[in-house]
């Protein structure tokens, strides 16, 4: 009978989670929905200098903070029995051996081929005469990576064992582990390296992309950065495994649907911060107004305004943040009036005489406007009528009045801009601008 699927996450807590961390941990969690299986947590913390509990809360809570949840918990510091059981078993084999304070394991037989079969990269084969005997047991009388690694995949039934490449390495030294401990040995499937756009290896490094500080390989910086779970549980999906269809966006529950293992690649994996942007904005633009407004709260405190007006910017710059982090410089302009050159007032394809007549023009009748009809609809018909009496370009007046409003190119439509400052807002930037262009021509 086909044993129960049972996976693990065994990050060691002597730093914080990182990105390639989540992308594993994302893996092994998804194969075990996937497969009706076990998803364990178990922290390789033997070693007790650089183990910390702060470590280990942050890599809970960014695993929690993806929706990633667990069956059960493990640390490997509370199990030192068990690895003394099966230090004894071999000892019984006489595969063990002390020297200089630590414990050996003795090869079982020179020049051996281990053969690694791997879901992901096939047959890799090792011979044994590259490795050296194994510490099972350091000096001070802590088990060492290995030891506690391999002991406890026997223990725990662990049936896949779904790691990064990095140690594939070290796998043909846990499987004769294996077999020495009389234990099946697991499946493996190691999941490629994740590495920068100029493929080197993915290290602590920046690289920096407005406002958010992705490239950095510590998660956290991505919470801060504002990216949204969801976006980021369809990113790393995407770090080494691509869905069977063109589907770009899909849920954790669709994910787990999709998922199989033979559909991870074994080249690395390229992180394009680009492509999470793009995944990011598909996300934020998809939330309601309101669900918006909270998620953008945390990132605008700073920010003193109007609660209505802020709203109001929140659903104008909508379609814009690619990220939560980038908001409070897209909406500020509605807070406090803009700085610009006043030689951004002039639209390419006009003078600086005609854009003093339409900003006088706009003027004119925006100032004429009743309060109550200050709305979206009733703006456009005025401007609109005012380019058209005046022999104007829609350019020498829509242009300027959007750069007097936002300081900015590019920015919501003027008369959104109107109508979410309000007339005398408005009409103050107007006159300011009006000022501005007349000293810097
Ligand atoms: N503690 C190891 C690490 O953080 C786990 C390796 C494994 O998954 O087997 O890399």
């Known amino acids: 009978?086909?044993?129960?699927?049972?996976?693990?996450?065994?990050?060691?807590?002597?730093?914080?989670?990182?990105?390639?961390?989540?992308?594993?941990?994302?893996?092994?969690?998804?194969?075990?929905?996937?497969?009706?299986?076990?998803?364990?947590?178990?922290?390789?913390?033997?070693?007790?200098?650089?183990?910390?509990?702060?470590?280990?809360?942050?890599?809970?809570?960014?695993?929690?903070?993806?929706?990633?949840?667990?069956?059960?918990?493990?640390?490997?510091?509370?199990?030192?029995?068990?690895?003394?059981?099966?230090?004894?078993?071999?000892?019984?084999?006489?595969?063990?051996?002390?020297?200089?304070?630590?414990?050996?394991?003795?090869?079982?037989?020179?020049?051996?081929?281990?053969?690694?079969?791997?879901?992901?990269?096939?047959?890799?084969?090792?011979?044994?005469?590259?490795?050296?005997?194994?510490?099972?047991?350091?000096?001070?009388?802590?088990?060492?990576?290995?030891?506690?690694?391999?002991?406890?995949?026997?223990?725990?039934?662990?049936?896949?064992?779904?790691?990064?490449?990095?140690?594939?390495?070290?796998?043909?030294?846990?499987?004769l582990l294996y077999e020495a401990l009389g234990a099946d040995v697991p499946k493996f499937a190691h999941i490629p390296l994740i590495l920068n756009p100029d493929k080197s290896k993915m290290s602590k490094r920046m690289v920096s992309s407005g406002s958010s500080r992705a490239g950095d390989i510590d998660f956290e910086a991505y919470i801060k950065a504002g990216y949204l779970p969801e976006a980021m549980i369809n990113f790393l999906a995407q770090l080494g495994w691509s869905p069977p269809d063109e589907n770009d966006f899909f849920t954790l529950e669709e994910l787990v649907k999709m998922f199989t293992l033979d559909r991870v690649q074994k080249a690395g994996a390229v992180f394009d911060i680009k492509n999470l942007n793009h995944i990011n904005h598909h996300y934020l633009m998809e939330k309601s107004l309101d669900d918006y407004i909270k998620l953008a709260e945390p990132y605008i405190t700073h920010l003193k305004g109007d609660k209505d007006l802020i709203e109001k910017a929140l659903k104008l710059v909508q379609d814009r943040a690619q990220t939560l982090s980038e908001i409070p410089d897209l909406i500020e302009y509605f807070l406090k009036a803009p700085k610009y050159d006043g030689k951004l007032l002039i639209f390419k394809k006009s003078s600086p005489e005609q854009t003093a007549k339409g900003l006088d023009a706009a003027l004119k009748v925006l100032e004429a406007i009743d309060e109550r009809d200050w709305v979206e609809t009733k703006l456009q018909q005025v401007l609109d009528n005012t380019v058209a009496a005046e022999g104007l370009l829609p350019g020498d007046v829509f242009w300027p009045v959007r750069v007097a409003l936002s300081g900015e190119e590019g920015s919501p439509s003027p008369t959104e801009l109107l109508a979410a400052l309000g007339k005398d807002e408005s009409i103050k930037r107007i006159k300011t601008a009006i000022g501005k262009l007349a000293s810097s021509i």
């Open 1 to 175: 009978m086909e044993k129960k699927v049972c996976v693990r996450f065994a990050p060691s807590p002597t730093g914080p989670l990182h990105i390639g961390g989540v992308r594993t941990a994302l893996f092994n969690y998804v194969y075990a929905l996937a497969n009706g299986g076990t998803f364990i947590l178990r922290f390789e913390d033997t070693d007790k200098d650089r183990s910390e509990a702060v470590f280990e809360n942050n890599i809970k809570d960014g695993l929690k903070w993806m929706g990633i949840e667990w069956d059960e918990e493990y640390h490997q510091s509370k199990r030192a029995d068990i690895y003394k059981k099966y230090l004894d078993k071999l000892k019984a084999k006489d595969l063990i051996y002390e020297h200089d304070g630590g414990t050996y394991f003795r090869l079982p037989e020179k020049n051996k081929k281990i053969i690694v079969d791997d879901l992901i990269r096939g047959k890799v084969e090792f011979n044994s005469q590259d490795f050296d005997d194994v510490v099972l047991f350091k000096k001070d009388g802590s088990p060492t990576f290995h030891f506690a690694n391999v002991v406890d995949d026997i223990d725990m039934n662990i049936t896949h064992v779904i790691r990064g490449e990095d140690h594939l390495s070290n796998t043909p030294k846990h499987i």
